[in-house]
DNA sequence: CAGTATCCTGATAGATACTG
DNA sequence: CAGTATCTATCAGGATACTG
């Protein structure tokens, strides 16, 4: 139920949203996925860099804090997709102003487009 | 004039914008800073478990990344003030929705007021 | 008051190899 | 394909003492 590193433990809504998505690829892999579910191998390759230990274990957290789903197909060879969860998604919106505002102002005076990007 | 710890290497806006955030206690400067402005001292008493020597730096940090303004008064005993720049009160912002959500969604249904939180 | 200067530790992440 | 199991490395953060 408790949502989280440190139950109980947060002073304000963003410390405890910070604390759900600290992590080195998080962040990358709810861009990932907000696009369309993706499998592990998927998202091994989207995100360069990224060990397989690493990010199994960030899929793991998020999985358990209820922003992404793990859907397992029986079969041979195996299959599983990650996808947001509803919360996910409400949590990448959140996120949405924080990209735009790193992209305006760190990433520079880039080309502006209408749709919505990071 | 970079901003951040790996100018250049971001893959989006909120990698970005993650970066200059990613810190134990900056987005709790941030909110306390978002009030007024504040002294040293005046700091590590709203962060209980802060140490001088991490405050210290992440104001460093902070104020490399110009979230944060440094003014310094030629005084005995000595008074240094921290408050936000213009973009610090930006970034402030685009956390709005994120604390929101974090409020919302693991804190849990505590009493909603109408002005602004974290 | 507003910090530095050292030293130290623990969590996070990377490298690599292996498996159902 | 989708992971786990170990081992190692890094470094942000903490403890403590000291200073202009």
Redesign the interface.
Same mark, same amino acid.
């Not at 947060?10 to 910070?18: F, L, N, Q, S, V």
């Not at 919106?93 to 990433?107: C, N, S, T």
């Given at each position: 139920m408790a949502?989280?590193r440190r139950p109980g433990a947060?002073?304000?809504?963003?410390?405890?949203?910070?604390d759900?998505?600290?992590g080195k690829w998080k962040?990358?892999i709810l861009?990932a996925l907000n696009e369309r579910a993706c499998r592990f191998g998927e998202l091994r390759r989207l995100l360069p860099g990224v060990t397989e230990k690493v990010l199994a274990s960030h899929l793991r957290e998020l999985e358990a804090d209820g922003i992404v789903h793990r859907e397992v197909y029986d079969e041979v060879p195996p299959r599983v997709e990650y996808s947001l969860t509803s @919360?996910g998604v409400?949590?990448n +919106?959140?996120?949405?102003? @924080?990209?735009?505002?790193?992209? +305006?102002?760190?990433?520079g005076n880039m080309e502006k487009v209408s749709h919505v990007?990071?």
């Open positions: 949502i989280g947060y002073e304000c809504g963003i410390d405890a949203a910070m759900v998505i600290a962040v990358l861009w @919360l409400m949590l +919106e959140a996120l949405a102003p @924080l990209g735009a505002w790193g992209r +305006e102002h760190i990433l990007q990071r």
